[in-house]
T-cell receptor, first 115, second 115 residues
Framework: DVKVTQSSRYLVKRTGEKVFLECVQD?????MFWYRQDPGLGLRLIYF???????EKGDIPEGYSVSREKKERFSLILESASTNQTSMYLC??????????????FGPGTRLTVT | KQEVTQIPAALSVPEGENLVLNCSFT??????LQWFRQDPGKGLTSLLL?????REQTSGRLNASLDKSSGRSTLYIAASQPGDSATYLC??????????????FGQGTILTVHP
């Protein structure tokens, strides 16, 4: 059974704090993704990674950075949290090997509140 | 640029009804289409994935069809139950996008099944 886990379900941080959101997948997937989801705006891609130490900007990378030092782990970093980063953050992963289904699997989400 | 639209945005039906959710996409050059379910405050759960060469996929009371040439997919839910209440999202993987696995999502249909 595919498992994508996220370090926290709920997180409350103060403005200006550095925030780390961790995501781990156990299926040896090449691709990993960070999204944020806000009412009325749908799912928006922040960053994705297609291999260890490789990353690409998504649609809304401003104010975020990422790290992928190991294949199974993809971290989202908010360098200096702001109130407009209050959101639901979703991590996902997918297999990129030729012949796979490329099905994307999601974690349970982290509800981040920045006060 | 691929755009994915889901109609209706919200749907409320009595228990036991058969229902259809619609998903349309503007660029027919897709590799696959995935249907997800999302419960409030939770992550996305993959329901069905249809490859571009397939016409439909079934899982229990769910049946998803794909008409790539017309840019449409439907999710059919038979004998709806209150437990089916959730947001349903569709997403497409572009034909040349399997290496990165980036999906384009619709805005979702909020389904309420009342007893």
């Amino acid at each position: 059974d595919v498992k994508v886990t996220q370090s926290s379900r709920y997180l409350v941080k103060r403005t200006g704090e550095k925030v780390f959101l961790e995501c781990v997948q156990d299926m040896d997937h090449e691709n990993m993704f960070w999204y944020r989801q806000d009412p009325g705006l749908g799912l928006r891609l922040i960053y994705f990674s297609y291999d260890v130490k490789m990353k690409e900007k998504g649609d809304i990378p401003e104010g975020y950075s990422v790290s992928r030092e190991k294949k199974e782990r993809f971290s989202l970093i908010l360098e200096s949290a702001s109130t407009n980063q209050t959101s639901m953050y979703l991590c996902a992963s997918s297999n990129a090997r030729v012949g796979s289904s490329y099905e994307q699997y999601f974690g349970p989400g982290t509800r981040l509140t920045v006060t | 640029k691929q755009e994915v639209t889901q109609i209706p945005a919200a749907l409320s039906v009595p228990e036991g009804e058969n229902l259809v959710l619609n998903c349309s996409f503007t660029d027919s050059a897709i590799y696959n289409l995935q249907w997800f379910r999302q419960d409030p405050g939770k992550g996305l759960t993959s329901l069905l994935l249809i490859q571009s060469s397939q016409r439909e996929q079934t899982s229990g009371r769910l049946n998803a069809s794909l008409d790539k040439s017309s840019g449409r997919s439907t999710l059919y839910i038979a004998a709806s139950q209150p437990g089916d209440s959730a947001t349903y999202l569709c997403a497409v993987l572009p034909f040349g996008g399997t290496s990165y696995g980036k999906l384009t999502f619709g805005q979702g249909t909020i389904l309420t099944v009342h007893p």
